[in-house]
């Protein structure tokens, strides 16, 4: 009912920048919180920054500062700014939404993209 499409990722030397973008399309009458999450490999999954529908953002630590999360509502497209990116930041990132489809009653459920590929190198 609802796909999670994500882009912008690659390779890319420390101190370099990436753009991700992750567009949903859908069943959709609203999106609530949007985010991206990253694994790298042997590791969990993590999150990296979140934003809700009004704009709100929170981040991880180790990427404040460095990466800034944004979103065109009309669009239903979430970015990830990715600046001075070092090796550690090497993970595969998923696009995740929160999203209400059509449908009677309404419902929120949870989506992931399939991930694009981040490396760094040093």
């Known amino acids: 009912q609802v796909q999670l499409v994500e882009s912008g990722g690659g390779l890319v030397q420390a101190g370099g920048s990436l753009r991700l973008s992750c567009a949903a399309s859908g069943s959709i009458l609203s999106i609530n919180a949007m985010g991206w999450y990253r694994q790298a490999p042997g590791k969990q999954r993590e999150l990296v920054a979140t934003?809700?529908?009004?704009?709100?953002?929170n981040y991880a630590d180790s990427v404040k500062g460095r990466f800034t999360i944004s979103r065109d509502n009309a669009k239903n497209t979430v970015y990830l700014q990715m600046n001075s990116l070092k090796p550690e930041d090497t993970a595969v990132y998923y696009c995740?939404?929160?999203?209400?489809?059509?449908?009677?009653?309404?419902?929120?459920?949870?989506?992931w993209g399939q991930g694009t590929q981040v490396t760094v190198s040093s």
């Open positions: 995740n939404a929160s999203v209400v489809v059509g449908g009677w009653p309404p419902w929120e459920y949870d989506y």
């Open positions: 934003i809700t529908s009004g704009g709100s953002t």
